[in-house]
């Protein structure tokens, strides 16, 4: 091979690579440790978000914005969610929701579009939301459910249920 085509062929190479090496390795958010088989996940605008620890998990719940540094696009308009705080925040369903606007997060749980298919918490089933979805509010995060009769056990015991963010 011809000097000057080796060399283009080997920068070939290392560029078809660099994005391999470029990728981070999957890690908690709080820590930054490498995941371990007791590793558990939390929902952020519909994309996971590792924690290594039992211990981990309780941190992020206290203060999820302090360990989030990016989040994927607003759910609804899908434009950059610019600044992550507790007042941007939304909790469906146990999982979290920021927004790039207040309109966003005010709309999101009256636009069943947005809202596509959520996970019961009670029955684990996954089921399409819409307007007609039972739901519930318990301490300022909200909940939709697959049937009447899942709420109905939700409501007489919410705490085997909820998990709350931002509460210390």
């Given at each position: 091979?011809?000097?000057?085509?080796?060399?283009?062929?080997?920068?070939?190479?290392?560029?078809?690579?660099?994005?391999?090496?470029?990728?981070?390795?999957?890690?908690?958010?709080?820590?930054?440790?490498?995941?371990?088989?007791?590793?558990?996940?939390?929902?952020?605008n519909r994309k996971r978000t590792a924690l290594c620890s039992a211990k981990c998990a309780t941190a992020f719940r206290k203060a999820p914005e302090k360990y989030l540094e990016k989040v994927s696009d607003c759910p609804v308009?899908?434009?950059?969610?610019?600044?992550?705080?507790?007042?941007?925040?939304?909790?469906?369903?146990?999982?979290?929701?920021?927004?790039?606007?207040?309109?966003?997060?005010?709309?999101?749980?009256?636009?069943?579009?947005?809202?596509?298919?959520?996970?019961?918490?009670?029955?684990?089933?996954?089921?399409?939301?819409?307007?007609?979805?039972?739901?519930?509010?318990?301490?300022?995060?909200?909940?939709?459910?697959?049937?009447?009769?899942?709420?109905?056990?939700?409501?007489?015991?919410?705490?085997?249920?909820?998990?709350?963010?931002?509460?210390?």
């Amino acid at each position: 091979m011809h000097r000057a085509a080796a060399h283009c062929f080997a920068i070939g190479l290392l560029a078809l690579s660099l994005p391999a090496l470029a990728q981070k390795v999957p890690g908690c958010v709080v820590d930054r440790k490498p995941l371990t088989k007791g590793a558990s996940e939390v929902q952020v605008n519909r994309k996971r978000t590792a924690l290594c620890s039992a211990k981990c998990a309780t941190a992020f719940r206290k203060a999820p914005e302090k360990y989030l540094e990016k989040v994927s696009d607003c759910p609804v308009l899908h434009n950059p969610v610019a600044k992550i705080s507790a007042d941007g925040r939304l909790v469906l369903n146990n999982q979290l929701y920021y927004f790039c606007c207040a309109g966003c997060k005010d709309g999101f749980l009256q636009s069943p579009q947005h809202l596509k298919k959520l996970e019961d918490v009670v029955t684990q089933e996954v089921f399409p939301a819409g307007e007609s979805s039972p739901r519930a509010e318990h301490e300022g995060q909200y909940y939709l459910f697959a049937t009447a009769a899942t709420k109905a056990t939700f409501e007489k015991s919410p705490e085997k249920y909820v998990v709350l963010y931002g509460k210390p």
